[in-house]
């Protein structure tokens, strides 16, 4: 069994950046593909960012040249950074750990983009 918890979620004015943070324990969190999800009110969860075992990295084109992601496999902790935040990325956002049939949820951090 693996537990997330996610952290570093906010309010922040257009323009400005946040890191969000996803501390894993209960596993061998190397061996997982991460990903970063976000969910609006009244919208279905979407990925925003996914990082392989080895590093790779597929990023929503809406987010593309503003948001990265990251891992520390040394501190079992994933990272989403987001700079030059627009209104539109306001919303729940949630890591998920992913290796063959298991698949991991943390229970969300909240990002609000106003001014």
């Known amino acids: 069994q693996v537990q997330l918890v996610e952290s570093g979620g906010g309010l922040v004015q257009p323009g400005g950046s946040l890191r969000l943070s996803c501390a894993a324990s209960g596993s061998i969190f190397s061996i997982y593909a991460m990903g970063w999800y976000r969910q609006a009110p009244g919208k279905q969860r979407d990925l925003v960012a996914r990082?392989?075992?080895?590093?790779?990295?597929k990023y929503a084109d809406s987010v593309k040249g503003r948001f990265t992601i990251s891992r520390d496999n040394a501190k079992n902790t994933g990272y989403l950074q987001m700079n030059s935040l627009k209104p539109e990325d306001t919303a729940v956002y949630f890591c998920?750990?992913?290796?063959?049939?298991?698949?991991?949820w943390g229970q969300g951090t909240q990002v609000t983009v106003s001014s």
């Open positions: 990082i392989t075992s080895s590093g790779m990295t």
């Open positions: 998920n750990l992913v290796w063959g049939p298991y698949d991991y």
